[in-house]
């Protein structure tokens, strides 16, 4: 079957039809399944979806979200896909990166972005979780430690999102960002986040099976110390000196002062992410052999999130202030590639477009569908989709 991936503002569309009783969400329904397409959605409508203040308004999006049904999601189709550690898309597309270094056939990349199959029950399972405040919770903490970071960057001098070199982030901390109130804030996100996993319990929802008490522990400690690490030493190096500590560069070094931030932590993450993927897939891995080859994965090897992130900087080169729902929109992107249909809002198009003209050389293009701008009514999404529907 062929995916169709919406923007989250399109879920919405569907939610307020089926609130005001139209017909256009069956209509949408329909023409899913008769034309052999199925629904995907990946991590970020779910994170998205829990920002909701209102339970109704969750409700009705499941409700939705159930007359679509079957979905397709990014969620590990087994124990074995959750052990090794391909717990993502970002996962898998590493995996596939790590077996075309090594000159194996890779699977297709159609097949490693969506494997879990949602039927009607496990989408209402899914809304029911959701309606418990601790677990909604888990999914803020990310929201609120990057709308911490957009504060510290928008009060970088010159100011604004385009500031995107190391060589720009403050050497303390800035007005209005005190050190004790972000520590505070980190501390109590994650106990609330962690109380939530530990509460979590697994006999009451199919789909969150594999949060096992025994696991929690683990998840509370690498959360303290990614959180604690970072802050603290934003407090005891300044933004510029913990970044630089963080990514393990030197801040004293003026050709790594003049990179991009967000180029030296995406690579950096990138590393990190290859080094624990290879210790889950092969735990007796010899270490200097995994840190050879996680130097030879680079960004580009990655086509989600190599497009995620340059399209993140599109964003920030052509607008006056980081946003933390900027990271939604380019988080959707990384599953660009692993569909057929993608819809997205006229301005993330835009920007998508942008970076294939500042990056022809990608060799992931020709594979790569376009995102297919819509105007934000439903009738213009379902127009939108019978016409390229029909092109396929």
């Not at 124990?79 to 596939?96: P, T």
């Amino acid at each position: 079957m062929r995916l169709v991936y919406l923007d989250s503002s399109h879920l919405v569309l569907l939610e307020k039809a089926l609130k005001a009783g139209a017909s256009d969400s069956e209509r949408f329904a329909q023409r899913l399944r008769t034309g052999d397409f199925i629904l995907a959605l990946g991590f970020p409508h779910f994170a998205e979806m829990a920002r909701s203040e209102f339970a109704e308004s969750r409700g009705l999006r499941f409700e939705a979200l159930k007359r679509l049904a079957p979905i397709r999601c990014d969620l590990p189709m087994n124990e074995a896909m959750l052990k090794a550690g391909l717990v993502n898309v970002q996962a898998r597309e590493i995996f596939v990166a790590i077996l075309r270094n090594g000159n194996r056939e890779p699977p297709a990349l159609s097949d490693l972005g969506f494997p879990r199959i949602l039927d009607e029950r496990d989408v209402e399972e899914l809304g029911q979780t959701f309606e418990r405040d601790d677990l909604r919770q888990a999914f803020l903490t990310v929201e609120a430690v990057v709308s911490t970071w957009c504060r510290i960057v928008n009060q970088s001098p010159p100011g604004g999102a385009a500031v995107t070199k190391l060589r720009d982030l403050p050497g303390t901390l800035p007005a209005g960002v005190g050190a004790e109130d972000v520590l505070q804030n980190i501390d109590g996100l994650t106990d609330r986040s962690l109380r939530a996993l530990n509460e979590a319990d697994p006999e009451q929802n199919e789909l969150f099976e594999r949060i096992a008490p025994g696991e929690s522990e683990t998840i509370r400690q690498e959360a303290r110390a990614g959180l604690d690490e970072l802050f603290r030493e934003m407090v005891a190096l300044g933004p510029r000196g913990a970044m630089a500590e963080k990514l393990r560069v030197d801040a004293s070094d003026k050709a790594v002062l003049r990179q991009s931030v967000e180029e030296l932590q995406a690579r950096s993450a990138l590393k990190e992410h290859v080094l624990r993927l290879l210790a889950q897939l092969c735990p007796t891995v010899d270490t200097t052999f995994a840190h050879w080859l996680a130097g030879q994965i680079q960004l580009e090897d990655c086509p989600g999130r190599w497009l995620s992130f340059q399209v993140g900087q599109e964003i920030r080169r052509a607008e006056s202030s980081a946003k933390a729902g900027n990271e939604y929109d380019v988080w959707h992107l990384t599953y660009l590639p692993y569909v057929d249909l993608f819809f997205a809002d006229k301005r993330i198009a835009r920007y998508t477009e942008q970076v294939r003209q500042r990056h022809p050389e990608f060799r992931f293009w020709p594979q790569l569908s376009r995102p297919i701008a819509v105007e934000q009514s439903l009738d213009a999404l379902i127009s939108a989709f019978e016409r390229e529907s029909d092109t396929l």
